[in-house]
């Protein structure tokens, strides 16, 4: 075990865990922060995105002895009472089905519009394409993005 100091959604939190903890392991198990989400394990599916330093990254594959100083943002961090444009858009488009994976859709498609603020559709799909929705709302993913975009421009 070992002591690692992290800064998540802006507060400093002290873990003992193995340095090959996945980051989302220490989210919810250790920080008790669960709006990240467990899917497949292995970085293919986008439920556990996180925002380190502002970069959208798979909690599940990403070691906490390899986040150092960085900045954590959990869905919980995103924004205070979830009125980030992209949250707001979401539910403007009635984006959520089941809602597993909605966590890190809505992390990407911020980490995305963080670097891009009029995306294509092309843009889009490709910034998207590693996050999976089994419920196939991505016509309303899409649709959710260009209007979180419009209010942040």
């Known amino acids: ?5 992290l800064n998540v959604n802006g507060k400093q939190n002290q873990v003992d865990v193995e ?3 996945p980051v989302l392991w ?7 922060l669960v709006g990240t989400k467990f ?14 330093n502002g970069v959208a990254v798979r909690s599940c594959a990403t070691p ?9 943002v ?10 980030h444009a992209v949250q707001e858009a979401w539910l403007e488009h009635d984006v959520p089905q089941c809602g597993y994976c909605q966590a890190g859709q809505i992390m990407n498609a911020a980490a995305l519009l963080s670097v891009n603020s009029n995306p294509s559709d092309e ?3 490709s910034a998207m394409s590693g996050n999976i929705c089994r419920c196939g709302t991505y016509i309303r993913i899409k649709a959710a993005i260009k209007t979180a975009a419009s209010k942040m421009s």
Do not use: Y
Not at 26 to 32: E, G, I, K, P
Not at 39 to 52: A, Y
Not at 64 to 72: E, L, P, R
């Open 26 to 32: 220490v989210l919810r198990d250790h920080l008790n």
């Open 64 to 72: 906490v002895s390899m986040v150092g100083n960085q900045k954590i």
């Open 19 to 21: 340095p090959d903890t």
């Open 74 to 83: 959990t869905i919980e961090g995103l924004s205070r009472n979830a009125n």
């Open 39 to 52: 899917g497949c394990g292995v970085s293919q599916c986008g439920s556990c995105t996180v925002h380190i």
């Open 1 to 5: 075990m070992a002591i690692f100091n």
């Open 123 to 125: 843009e889009i799909e």
